[in-house]
């Protein structure tokens, strides 16, 4: 017998069993929808990462005060006071690989315009900011240098804040006040989005560090919280970054014993960082995928026990005409992979369906892999044949007299 | 040379605590082209020597011969290729398969036997058209009636051109008529294609239709008679 006849056989004996059929591969077809969805998905996010990160700025080195230890507890990572001027010229004259670099602190405000108020951060940069960020504006102008110089109070705001404070008006030109103190809006900033860890990038206001350090934190030793840095190429950042922390260690005194002070950061670390967020999420996806897999499998093996069961009389008729063990056998593991395989389309079509359903919602690309779609047809094949094996061995070791006088 | 020879055979089963004895060693031999009878009331054994003799059972002791072949040292799948080559049965329901139509039951053994679809299929037509059944070829059994479907179930146990043919009380679920007419085909079969037919039966009437009935009481021969 062949096993295109044994594989019609199957189907015959499927279609007579809709209903049955159909739950037997709910299982199935869940764990295979979570696959599909996790793997597009994740790589959607992933994608969406790397653009976040790539839009950090220009091969972006950041220096935070503090150490590495301390940073991880400090909420937000804001950083301490505790990089001076003289460490951001050390910087700039002794390293090669630096296009830009800026002093940077931040701290979040209440700002007021008119009647409305709204609680943001504000960041304090130099004037090159836009270059190292690779960032524009949508409307207005950027300060100047020799609007840091003056300590000039000017802001330029992001949209979100302008969103909430101004609605519909154009905010260039209009006064907002912090702390009291009033500050001219003279530019607004291209919408960025949410980070990965869902900051909104966009809720954030930049003017000259030395009017933030001045006028609003009350900083007047001139130190920062953190330098923004550009390396001339990518290639060159990481190597930049080891010369960086070298001067720094210089600068601070720091004996060879002595952990830094400081911590520098690559656009690398961070993709690296989130790169193995991103893993330990995905493993725990497809365990979650491969459990519910295996439950599906085990639903199979228990409708493949019953259909065995009820099927006695059929197996002892085949035998009794000349089937094989292995005829039978095969007749049934083929019938439990039809059903895995059933349940594995309908899990494909409906998981590509749910991601790219959920890729709009979210407006993340989402790229369905042809490898996804072959792990899952092939995980299918795989659990049918595993748990098709048992029902199906007991059904072709049946003695065919007791199976034929089966009532 | 006999066509089935067994030699004291028997078949002993356990129930619970007890052993029955259903066989108590039954020699025999059938050659070539007979048309027996096996008969007894329930319970005498017949049913188990069938089965027997069918290779869907293996004896517990004794001896039993196809064509001088030693069938009881038989494995499992040996056994299945003497029943898909040897053996045709016909059982007293039928036993068709409800999915498929009465070709595609009728060639199942032909399948089983590794011929190519086609030819199975051509094969099944020209034995449904030896049992009157040609224009019920794309019937499903229960588009079919009694007499209907136990003509297709005889097709199908002709197909692979066995040598011997069981039939497990063929017309116990079927009218007089109808039964009077399936064991006209067999008489039929027996004489023009000198096929061996061995019928299990209970029913007296039956078993005079053959030529020789062997009757069974408690698992032993009480009587071996020729018409």
Redesign the interface.
């Known amino acids: 017998m062949n096993n295109y006849r044994l594989f019609l056989t199957a189907l015959t004996s499927l279609n007579r069993h809709k209903l049955r059929s159909l739950l037997t591969t709910l299982g199935i077809i869940v764990g295979i929808v979570s696959i599909i969805s996790v793997m597009s998905i994740g790589h959607g996010a992933k994608y969406k990462v790397k653009q976040k990160i790539e839009g950090l700025g220009t091969n972006f080195i950041i220096v935070l005060g503090g150490s590495p230890k301390r940073l991880m507890h400090s909420r937000g990572g804001a950083g301490n006071l505790t990089i001076t001027p003289s460490d951001l010229n050390a910087i700039l004259e002794e390293c090669d690989g630096i296009t830009h670099a800026s002093p940077g602190v931040q701290r979040s405000f209440k700002i007021v315009y008119e009647g409305n108020n709204w609680q943001c951060l504000v960041g304090g940069a130099d004037a090159n900011y836009l270059q190292i960020r690779k960032w524009n504006l949508t409307k207005g102008y950027f300060f100047t240098e020799h609007d840091v110089k003056t300590g000039k109070r000017v802001a330029i705001i992001g949209k979100t804040v302008k969103k909430e404070l101004f609605g519909k008006i154009n905010p260039i030109n209009k006064t907002i006040r912090i702390k009291n103190i009033p500050f001219t809006v003279i530019g607004v900033l291209e919408e960025r989005g949410k980070m990965p860890n869902g900051m909104d990038e966009d809720d954030l206001i930049i003017m000259p560090y030395t009017t933030a350090q001045k006028s609003l934190m009350g900083i007047h030793n001139g130190n920062f919280t953190a330098i923004i840095i550009s390396a001339k190429k990518k290639e060159i950042m990481n190597q930049t970054a080891n010369e960086i922390e070298a001067i720094l260690r210089q600068q601070h005194k720091l004996t060879p014993q002595d952990e830094n002070d400081f911590t520098v950061f690559t656009q690398d670390d961070i993709t690296q960082a989130s790169d193995a967020a991103t893993q330990v999420l995905n493993i725990l996806l497809f365990i979650i995928a491969s459990i519910s897999l295996i439950v599906g499998g085990i639903g199979i093996m228990n409708i493949m026990l019953v259909t065995v069961a009820e099927r006695t009389k059929e197996i002892g008729i085949r035998m009794a005409l000349g089937a094989t063990t292995q005829n039978i056998l095969i007749q049934f593991i083929l019938e439990a992979i039809v059903i895995c395989i059933m349940g594995g389309v309908v899990g494909v079509i409906i998981g590509v369906l749910i991601s790219e359903f959920i890729g709009i919602i979210l407006g993340w690309p989402i790229f369905i892999s042809i490898k996804s779609i072959i792990i899952s047809l092939i995980s299918c094949i795989v659990i049918g044949l595993f748990f098709g094996f048992y029902p199906a061995k007991k059904a072709s070791g049946l003695n065919p007299v007791e199976a034929l006088i089966e009532k | 040379m006999s066509l089935l020879k067994t030699v004291k055979l028997v078949k002993t089963y356990k129930m619970g605590e007890t052993i029955v004895e259903a066989l108590k060693g039954i020699s025999l031999e059938i050659n070539q082209g007979e048309f027996v009878a096996i008969t007894g009331s329930s319970g005498s054994g017949k049913s188990t020597l069938m089965?027997l003799l069918?290779c869907?059972?293996v004896p517990t002791s004794g001896q039993y011969f196809i064509e001088d072949k030693d069938v009881s040292k038989m494995t499992?799948?040996e056994l299945?290729?003497i029943?898909?080559?040897k053996i045709g049965?016909v059982?007293q329901k039928f036993?068709l398969?409800a999915?498929l139509n009465a070709t595609d039951n009728v060639a199942?053994?032909a399948?089983?036997?590794?011929i190519p679809?086609n030819e199975a299929k051509k094969k099944a037509l020209s034995f449904l058209e030896l049992v009157g059944l040609k224009d019920r070829a794309s019937h499903y059994p229960y588009q079919l009636s009694g007499g209907q479907q136990q003509r297709v179930a005889i097709a199908?146990s002709l197909i692979?051109n066995p040598a011997i043919i069981f039939a497990d009380e063929p017309t116990g679920n079927l009218d007089t008529k109808t039964g009077d007419t399936i064991m006209e085909l067999f008489t039929n079969l027996n004489k023009e294609r000198s096929v061996t037919i061995i019928i299990v039966t209970h029913e007296p009437d039956i078993a005079i239709k053959t030529k020789r009935i062997i009757d069974l009481i408690d698992g032993q021969i009480k009587s071996d008679k020729k018409l």
Do not use: S, V
């Not at chain 2, 399948?111 to 590794?114: E, H, M, N, R």
């Open positions: 089965h069918g869907l059972d499992k799948n299945a290729k029943r898909n080559q049965f059982f036993f398969l999915d199942l053994p399948l089983y036997a590794g679809e199908r692979n």
